[in-house]
């Protein structure tokens, strides 16, 4: 069986090298499959424009706002202002999604060194951690694994070696051996593998290196073609001396290079060649929507609102609907929840509690994008009250899911009763008057917001 694997493998290589993706990539002048390196990532994350704001996207908007530990912890809100967690937070995310992965390093007070572990339950307050340092990749190596299969921990990291105070290609820094108790180990969009993720310009890559080929070709071919082509026919029946050639040849190259505006000839003829340049928008396009269709981000946010104009709001919806998900899956998952376990092993946070984390929206709704949605869900309501459906096919719960109030109201609901709590108390209590009634009858609460759609302002009253 291993031999038959071996000899399938060994045929789909064979494929690809002459036939497949490699043979096109070969050809086109991308990197071969798997030999992208950290360095790759890092040049077009530092001067490849657009690369810079695929990786810095996710991160920016993930972090755009602070989130909240519930129940309030006053002595972690203090240490995390002062010591800027947040900040370091959005920064190892950031350099964590150049390669595939990143480290937070916890500067601890007590007595041991880097390469000692943490003991447990070792340390007394907040006052304790002393900082929080970001390191990408390219300064951190895993030198030590641990081996044994009953540990909890098996398979991952016991000892990294990272490199501190230096920069990609500067000067030198120092090398520390630091125990895993003392960092947290960031990477996103893992497979199988525990340790390492998916760079964030991997799936892109190819398509940022069609955009430097458009981008720079253009540029170079406005180069050539700005300056005049002139064609110096001469005379079959003239001859030159070998001075006269020189001197002709000197007077031609003064005139290409500004020296002089004019010539003076004898059996020449002088003629301008018309040079055309081809638009290269409609191949920008096609690379920049491919590059929005795969990493999920509207136009808008990679060129700016003038070039994303047609960016839609339903586009927009779904990228901040994506980033409250990675807020979630990413951010405290790997982050911010790895970060309480470690206090709770230092022993600085009571393991008792079972803590959540509050974020603020990202996107509000507008006024009028409010009176549009509660006008839509008051007719459906109605109409869903009105049918002959209601207590025949359909019961209250399953009427309740169709318009929203699953479990209660939908965010939007609350969004809109909660501007008329603060705006206008006298509609906010006549509602929750009828909402006492929603378990019996599901229209009550939105066809009293129907009520007022024709001029939802006057309700809320921005």
Known sequence: MSDFRNVRQLFYDIYDEYFGNEQIWTTLKYKPFGQLKFRDYYRIYKRGGLGS??????????????????????????????????????????????????VLLIGVGDSNELSKPVRQDSLNSFDDILYFRPYN?????????????????????????????????????????????????????????EIEGTPRLQNVFNRLVDLE???????????????????????????????????????????????????????????????????????????INTICATTGYPRKFLLGSERGEITSSMDIFTFFDS???????????????????RFEYYGIIDDSYSYEWNWKPLYELSPKEKADISESLGNAIESIGKSELLGDL??????????????????????????????????????????????????????????????????IKY
């Open 53 to 102: 704001k695929l990786i810095k996207i996710p991160a920016e908007y993930t972090w755009r706002s602070h989130p909240r530990l519930n129940p309030v912890n006053e002595n972690f809100e203090r240490m995390a202002k002062k010591k800027q967690l947040f900040n370091r937070c959005e920064r190892v995310d950031r350099i964590s999604g150049i390669g595939k992965y990143g």
């Open 137 to 193: 990749q390219d300064h951190v190596e895993i030198s030590e694994w641990e081996n044994d299969d009953k540990n909890p921990r098996y398979g991952l990291p016991k000892m990294y070696s990272i490199t501190t105070g230096a920069g990609l290609n500067e000067r030198k820094g120092n090398t520390n051996n630091v125990h895993w108790t003392r960092l947290i180990h960031v990477a996103e969009e893992k497979d199988e593998n």
């Open 213 to 287: 080929k458009i981008v720079g070709s253009s540029g170079e071919a406005y180069f050539r073609m700005v300056t005049d082509k002139i064609l110096f026919d001469l005379d079959q029946n003239v001859s030159l001396t070998d001075d006269e050639k020189d001197n002709f040849q000197e007077q031609v190259d003064e005139l290409i290079h500004g020296f002089r505006n004019y010539m003076r000839t004898r059996g020449v003829d002088v003629k301008k060649i018309e040079t055309d340049m081809t638009d290269p928008k409609g191949a920008f396009d096609v690379v």
């Open 323 to 341: 980033m409250q998900v990675r807020r979630k899956k990413f951010a405290e998952r790997e982050i911010l929840d790895a970060l309480l376990d």
């Open 394 to 459: 359909l019961s209250n719960e399953e009427a309740r899911k169709i318009i929203g109030f699953e479990g209660g109201y939908s965010a939007i609901a609350e969004s809109v009763i909660e501007d008329m709590k603060e705006n206008n108390p006298k509609a906010y209590k006549k509602i929750m008057k009828l909402g006492q009634k929603v378990d019996s009858d599901p229209i009550s609460v939105t066809s009293y917001l129907s009520q007022f759609t024709n001029n939802f302002s006057k309700m």
